[in-house]
Nanobody, 126 residues
Protein backbone atom coordinates (compact mmCIF):
# COMPACT_ATOMS: atom_id res chain seq x y z
CA UNK A 1 0.00 0.00 0.00
CA UNK A 2 1.26 3.47 -0.87
CA UNK A 3 0.38 6.70 0.93
CA UNK A 4 -0.16 9.94 -0.94
CA UNK A 5 -0.14 13.47 0.46
CA UNK A 6 -1.00 16.48 -1.68
CA UNK A 7 0.10 20.05 -1.00
CA UNK A 8 0.33 23.38 -2.78
CA UNK A 9 -3.31 24.29 -3.22
CA UNK A 10 -4.73 27.70 -2.42
CA UNK A 11 -6.46 30.80 -3.73
CA UNK A 12 -5.18 32.33 -6.96
CA UNK A 13 -6.45 34.99 -9.34
CA UNK A 14 -7.48 34.12 -12.90
CA UNK A 15 -4.41 33.87 -15.10
CA UNK A 16 -2.21 32.90 -12.17
CA UNK A 17 -0.19 29.78 -11.49
CA UNK A 18 0.16 27.12 -8.81
CA UNK A 19 2.31 24.03 -8.42
CA UNK A 20 0.81 21.05 -6.64
CA UNK A 21 2.98 18.38 -5.07
CA UNK A 22 2.18 14.80 -4.16
CA UNK A 23 4.51 13.11 -1.70
CA UNK A 24 4.57 9.33 -2.08
CA UNK A 25 5.48 7.08 0.85
CA UNK A 26 5.22 3.45 1.83
CA UNK A 27 6.42 1.98 -1.44
CA UNK A 28 8.87 2.80 -4.21
CA UNK A 29 7.41 5.62 -6.27
CA UNK A 30 9.09 4.45 -9.45
CA UNK A 31 6.84 1.38 -9.78
CA UNK A 32 3.62 3.38 -9.72
CA UNK A 33 1.77 5.11 -12.51
CA UNK A 34 0.55 8.43 -11.14
CA UNK A 35 -2.24 10.84 -11.95
CA UNK A 36 -3.92 14.04 -10.92
CA UNK A 37 -7.70 14.22 -10.85
CA UNK A 38 -10.08 16.91 -9.67
CA UNK A 39 -13.62 17.27 -8.42
CA UNK A 40 -15.59 20.49 -8.45
CA UNK A 41 -18.65 21.01 -6.24
CA UNK A 42 -21.65 19.16 -7.67
CA UNK A 43 -19.62 17.55 -10.43
CA UNK A 44 -18.12 14.12 -11.04
CA UNK A 45 -14.43 13.45 -10.52
CA UNK A 46 -12.50 14.46 -13.63
CA UNK A 47 -9.24 13.10 -15.00
CA UNK A 48 -6.60 15.85 -15.34
CA UNK A 49 -3.22 14.30 -16.20
CA UNK A 50 -1.16 11.15 -15.76
CA UNK A 51 2.43 10.00 -16.03
CA UNK A 52 4.00 6.57 -16.24
CA UNK A 53 6.44 5.08 -13.72
CA UNK A 54 9.63 6.19 -15.43
CA UNK A 55 8.29 9.65 -16.29
CA UNK A 56 8.95 9.10 -19.98
CA UNK A 57 5.31 9.41 -21.02
CA UNK A 58 2.50 11.68 -19.89
CA UNK A 59 -1.02 12.60 -20.88
CA UNK A 60 -3.21 15.64 -20.20
CA UNK A 61 -6.95 16.07 -20.61
CA UNK A 62 -8.06 18.42 -23.37
CA UNK A 63 -9.45 20.83 -20.79
CA UNK A 64 -5.96 21.50 -19.39
CA UNK A 65 -3.69 20.71 -22.31
CA UNK A 66 -1.14 23.45 -22.89
CA UNK A 67 -1.76 24.92 -19.40
CA UNK A 68 -1.02 22.09 -16.94
CA UNK A 69 2.09 19.90 -16.86
CA UNK A 70 2.56 16.72 -14.84
CA UNK A 71 6.05 15.62 -13.85
CA UNK A 72 7.73 13.38 -11.29
CA UNK A 73 10.97 13.10 -9.38
CA UNK A 74 11.35 9.46 -8.36
CA UNK A 75 14.48 10.22 -6.34
CA UNK A 76 12.36 12.55 -4.20
CA UNK A 77 9.25 10.31 -4.34
CA UNK A 78 7.21 13.29 -5.51
CA UNK A 79 4.81 14.01 -8.36
CA UNK A 80 4.00 17.55 -9.45
CA UNK A 81 1.28 19.36 -11.32
CA UNK A 82 2.31 22.76 -12.67
CA UNK A 83 -0.82 24.76 -13.41
CA UNK A 84 -0.59 27.93 -15.48
CA UNK A 85 -3.22 30.30 -16.88
CA UNK A 86 -5.68 29.18 -14.24
CA UNK A 87 -9.35 29.95 -14.79
CA UNK A 88 -12.37 29.88 -12.48
CA UNK A 89 -13.45 26.58 -14.08
CA UNK A 90 -10.28 25.03 -12.66
CA UNK A 91 -11.62 25.50 -9.13
CA UNK A 92 -11.83 22.06 -7.53
CA UNK A 93 -10.32 19.69 -5.02
CA UNK A 94 -7.28 18.14 -6.69
CA UNK A 95 -6.38 14.57 -5.88
CA UNK A 96 -3.22 12.59 -6.44
CA UNK A 97 -3.73 8.93 -7.40
CA UNK A 98 -1.46 5.93 -7.92
CA UNK A 99 -1.57 2.48 -9.46
CA UNK A 100 1.19 -0.10 -9.32
CA UNK A 101 2.27 -0.59 -12.92
CA UNK A 102 5.42 -2.73 -13.29
CA UNK A 103 5.26 -2.63 -17.11
CA UNK A 104 5.64 1.18 -17.13
CA UNK A 105 2.31 1.74 -18.82
CA UNK A 106 0.51 5.08 -19.06
CA UNK A 107 -2.96 4.96 -17.52
CA UNK A 108 -5.34 7.62 -18.86
CA UNK A 109 -8.63 6.78 -17.17
CA UNK A 110 -9.74 7.12 -13.55
CA UNK A 111 -10.95 3.60 -12.78
CA UNK A 112 -7.61 1.72 -12.55
CA UNK A 113 -6.19 4.02 -9.85
CA UNK A 114 -6.61 2.39 -6.46
CA UNK A 115 -4.60 4.63 -4.14
CA UNK A 116 -5.78 8.16 -3.42
CA UNK A 117 -4.65 11.15 -1.41
CA UNK A 118 -6.91 13.36 0.69
CA UNK A 119 -6.95 16.18 -1.84
CA UNK A 120 -5.96 19.84 -1.87
CA UNK A 121 -8.31 22.73 -2.63
CA UNK A 122 -7.58 25.02 -5.56
CA UNK A 123 -9.74 28.13 -5.87
CA UNK A 124 -9.43 30.48 -8.83
CA UNK A 125 -11.19 33.75 -8.17
CA UNK A 126 -10.67 37.49 -8.38
Amino acid sequence: QVQLQESGGGLVQPGGSLRLSCAVSGRTCSTYAMAWLRQAPGKEREFVASINCSGGSSYSANSVKGRFTISRDNAENTVYLQMNSLQPDDTAVYYCAAREAPKDILIVTIAPYDNWGQGTQVTVSS
